[in-house]
């Protein structure tokens, strides 16, 4: 048996709100819309994971889900000009990503990682 992908549902009664927050936000692109559920993806591959946790490293919470950026810090600056929320300021942890954690509409937990070059 082998595990194709892994889809992160998000549960709204804002589809657009949120669909919004994560296509402005990550450049991500519909890829399905149903109304009642919109997919968005980036067109990259990237290995299935489940992370498993206890916290989420430095005293912060678990995030609901973490997304992996190639440029961090252009992210951040995106997310403070859209006005989000910064919930875990921009921070180069000791296990060697570089993240920030903020809040989606629907109330997730984001942890925003790069790891460096």
């Known amino acids: 048996m082998v595990v194709k992908r892994i889809v992160?549902?998000?549960a709204t009664p804002s589809v657009d709100a949120v669909r919004a927050f994560y296509a402005d936000l990550f450049d991500l692109s519909?890829?399905?819309?149903h109304g009642w559920i919109v997919t968005l993806a980036s067109g990259e591959?990237?290995?299935?994971?489940?992370?498993?946790?206890?916290?989420?490293?430095?005293?912060?919470?678990?995030?609901?889900?973490?997304?992996?950026v190639d440029d961090v810090d252009s992210v951040?600056?995106?997310a403070k000009d859209l006005g989000?929320?910064?919930?875990?300021?921009?921070?180069?942890?000791?296990?060697?990503v570089r993240?920030?954690?903020?809040?989606?509409?629907?109330?997730?937990?984001?942890?925003?990682?790069?790891h460096p070059r």
């Open 8 to 10: 992160s549902n998000i």
């Open 30 to 33: 519909v890829v399905m819309d």
């Open 45 to 68: 591959t990237a290995q299935t994971q489940i992370s498993i946790a206890s916290e989420g490293g430095s005293g912060t919470p678990v995030p609901d889900m973490s997304i992996e």
């Open 76 to 78: 951040y600056a995106r």
């Open 84 to 96: 989000h929320t910064i919930v875990y300021d921009l921070t180069d942890e000791p296990w060697g």
């Open 99 to 114: 993240r920030f954690y903020l809040r989606d509409p629907a109330g997730k937990l984001i942890n925003v990682l790069a």
